[in-house]
């Protein structure tokens, strides 16, 4: 079975910077695109960034464009997102999904919560 | 991107069947068949229950169903039960290779 683990959420300042995690256990991850979805707090889903299965191509919404970066290792079996620049804005849960969004994505993690305040 | 516009809340009894709506545009929902659908309880993470339109996962139920005419792609539940009560959020791939998610709609069985 499929699991995804995100780590790295909690709270920074306006400016800061943030790396969040994705562990993912099973032989597949190597073979899969990967996404990044946010929810922030008493709103809606909110789709953030996308990798290819071999890290080669990557796509961002454009709220976070120039400020986030998405990229992984599949040596390790994880996803990252790394977030610079944080706005108060990007407080949400962030939840990894694995798969080709366009299919549908048939796993989720947990999710983890950053909080952008002073 | 604008998000898709889902109704903010609908509601049936039990054993109804009732529909949701998500409409987008030419550059998303009308110009691609990878509409999917998501189940969200509060505090969880979302459920897959359509994919690509109308095609249904392993493991959902048979109540749950899609289609999609023009702009719009929408969602059945049939013979609604009290486990159905959550938010539900359609998403569409764009002209711009990102996804856009709906409004979301809440479902409450009376």
């Known amino acids: 079975e499929v699991q995804l683990l995100e780590s790295g959420g909690g709270l920074v300042q306006p400016g800061g910077s943030l790396r969040l995690s994705c562990a993912a256990s099973?032989?597949?991850?190597?073979?899969?695109?990967m996404s990044w979805v946010r929810q922030a707090p008493g709103t809606g889903l909110e789709w953030v960034s996308a990798?290819?299965?071999?890290?080669?191509?990557?796509y961002y919404t454009d709220s976070v464009k120039g400020r986030f970066t998405i990229f992984r290792d599949n040596s390790k079996n994880t996803l990252y997102l790394q977030m610079n620049s944080l706005r108060a804005e990007d407080t949400a849960v962030y939840y990894c999904a694995k798969g080709i969004f366009a299919e549908g994505a048939a796993y989720w993690g947990q999710g983890t919560l950053v909080t952008v305040s002073s | 991107q604008s998000a898709l516009t889902q109704p903010a809340s609908v509601s049936g009894s039990p054993g109804q069947s009732i529909t949701i709506s998500c409409t987008g545009t030419?550059?998303?929902?009308?110009?691609?068949?990878?509409v999917s659908w998501y189940q969200q309880y509060p505090g969880k993470a979302p459920k897959l229950v359509i994919s690509?339109?109308?095609n249904r996962p392993s493991g959902v139920s048979n109540r749950f169903s899609g289609s999609k005419s023009g702009n719009t792609a929408s969602l059945t539940i049939s013979g609604l039960q009290a486990e159905d009560e959550a938010d539900y959020y359609c998403c569409s791939y764009t002209s711009r290779r990102t996804y856009v998610f709906g409004t979301g709609t809440k479902v409450t069985v009376l």
């Open positions: 990798i290819s299965d071999n890290g080669g191509s990557t």
């Open positions: 690509e339109v109308s």
């Open positions: 030419n550059s998303d929902v009308g110009g691609y068949d990878y």
């Open positions: 099973g032989s597949t991850f190597s073979s899969s695109a």
